[in-house]
């Protein structure tokens, strides 16, 4: 397909039925990648062939300002429990410090989706990425999922399981034969799996996919790197600026923001030393995205030949932004794609993952935590092929998935008191209606923090001072506003010191792990 087609299918909204009316009981697939940058869509900018999600968009909504909590295990918590991730004990990642907000699982004042929809009568499963705990009582099958089936911790190869990784089928250890074995292959079988017996059942489902792409290490199937290859040889500045120009034309951005300088850290790419492997890299990490989108094809796919694609809310969005970490663990010799390589793309690519914006995955500025969000339900949304610039964050997917169900809100669960959630639905703007009044939305993650109030955001990294940036005359965060804007800095940086006193947040030099690794 042409960038004009794609672009036409893209931005003009289809007549919506004069009988289209909003069901009662929708089954829910919640989507969630694993370090895919905010440019890394066809249907946000990029040059990667996702066609099925391109199709997704064109069918539903696309938001441009939507946030994550900046890391894997933080964002998931959100997700899960519709609370920010301090509130929900993983301030950080995967340990236990014995602080209350950084216990590295979910704490019991929370309450999952899987536990409130399940309440409600949905069968509640699971395919892929947990990462909220990697041993009894806090696998997915304890917080609510009736099945689950995946990778309980951080990122494992693709092509077999780490000997320090751990999968579960249910509540048991799992340990998959890697003869013919590709972990997105894998969870994309498991969720059709999940659609084949649960999609026929009259009762509504709740499906949580959680892929790891295309989160390092590069790992892909040589048929799908083949396509890519010298594509990137004109090298991360040109495909910035390429990808820069493509969201301006599909109206993701705003062409008043400038593009972000390359990243300091980054190298000109006429100065790389082996433009070859880096065109290698980032060849691996489109055909990780490819794939992934694939297997979201047939899931889309599976619920169209069920016959309840109509009545199904599907969501897609990722948990950070791209992840600029330089790594090379694998056995020497192998290059990145292959089983014995341990590699991930690196600074400059994530630079690229990122367009237009500044920092990278485990930073609050906004190349770490902006990512796609597409939502659609075609019984439930009347809006097709439309750009939504209001703002959400992932603590609303909770209440969006309870307004949608007409499910209630748990305040006990069993013995456990149950704190309020953070988030508020998506369903209004969803619909066409108003979003609500503005609110203001944190982040706290290795010390980097912010606070966005209105078109204001307050951003720091770690312990730099803090910054001011007008969101809509500049997202790109370039034009530092707090000399000029005092009293407005000194309000922000008043109201993220009270949440952040509430949430329990400590100095990080208090609560990194001893492996810690600064960028």
Not at 249 to 266: T, Y
């Amino acid at each position: 397909m042409s960038f004009v087609a794609l672009l036409l299918l893209l931005t003009v909204p289809a007549t919506p039925s004069p009988a289209m009316s909003r069901p009662v009981r929708p089954n829910i697939v919640l989507i969630l990648a694993d370090d895919l940058g905010f440019s890394d869509l066809g249907c946000y900018g990029s040059e990667i062939a996702t066609p099925n999600l391109d199709r997704m968009a064109s069918q539903g909504i696309r938001f441009t300002q939507f946030y994550s909590a900046a890391r894997c295990c933080p964002t998931r918590a959100a997700l899960m429990t519709g609370r920010y991730p301090h509130q929900a004990g993983v301030g950080h990642m995967g340990y236990d410090t014995g602080l209350p907000a950084y216990r590295g699982h979910l704490n019991e004042t929370s309450v999952t989706i899987a536990e409130a929809l399940r309440a409600a009568g949905c069968h509640c499963l699971m395919s892929g990425k947990w990462h909220l705990g990697e041993t009894r009582p806090h696998f997915p099958v304890d917080r609510g999922f009736e099945h689950y089936y995946g990778l309980l911790g951080g990122a494992s190869s693709y092509f077999c399981l780490w000997p320090n990784r751990r999968m579960a089928i249910d509540g048991e250890l799992h340990r998959p034969d890697p003869k013919g074995f590709y972990m997105t292959d894998a969870i994309t079988d498991r969720a059709i799996g999940y659609l084949d017996k649960y999609g026929r059942r009259p009762e509504p489902f709740f499906l949580y996919v959680a892929y790891t792409a295309p989160h390092a290490p590069l790992h892909a199937l040589p048929e799908d790197i083949a396509p890519y290859r010298g594509k990137y040889r004109i090298g991360w500045d040109q495909i910035r600026q390429r990808r820069y120009r493509r969201m301006i034309e599909l109206g993701i951005i705003d062409g008043r923001w400038m593009l972000s300088p390359r990243d300091p850290r980054a190298a000109p790419w006429e100065k790389t030393a082996d433009p070859d492997r880096e065109d290698l890299k980032m060849s691996v990490y489109a055909a990780q995205v490819e794939r992934m989108d694939r297997g979201i094809g047939r899931i889309l796919d599976t619920l169209h030949t069920l016959g309840i694609e109509d009545n199904t809310l599907v969501m897609f969005l990722s948990d950070n932004g791209g992840d600029a970490e330089e790594i090379d663990e694998g056995a020497p010799g192998a290059l990145p794609g292959e089983p014995d390589s341990n590699t991930g793309y690196g600074r400059g690519w994530s630079n690229v993952s990122n367009t237009p914006f500044r920092q990278h995955k485990r930073y609050v500025h906004e190349g770490g935590i902006s990512t796609p969000l597409i939502a659609r339900w075609p019984a439930g949304i009347s809006r097709r092929g439309v750009v939504e610039h209001a703002v959400g964050h992932v603590v609303d997917i909770f209440p969006t998935c309870l307004e949608a169900t007409g499910s209630a809100y748990l305040n006990e669960h069993g013995e456990r008191a149950i704190a309020p959630t953070a988030g508020r639905s998506l369903l209004p703007l969803l619909q066409g209606r108003s979003g609500g009044e503005p609110r203001d939305l944190y982040w706290e993650h290795e010390g980097n923090r912010a606070v966005r109030r209105g078109r204001w955001k307050l951003v720091a990294v770690r312990d730099r001072p803090w910054q001011l940036y007008d969101m809509e005359a500049d997202r790109t965060e370039l034009h530092d506003l707090a000399a000029q804007q005092p009293e407005r800095l000194k309000d922000l940086q008043a109201r993220y010191a009270e949440f952040a006193e509430q949430w329990g947040i400590r100095p990080f030099d208090d609560v990194k792990p001893p492996r810690w690794i600064p960028d």
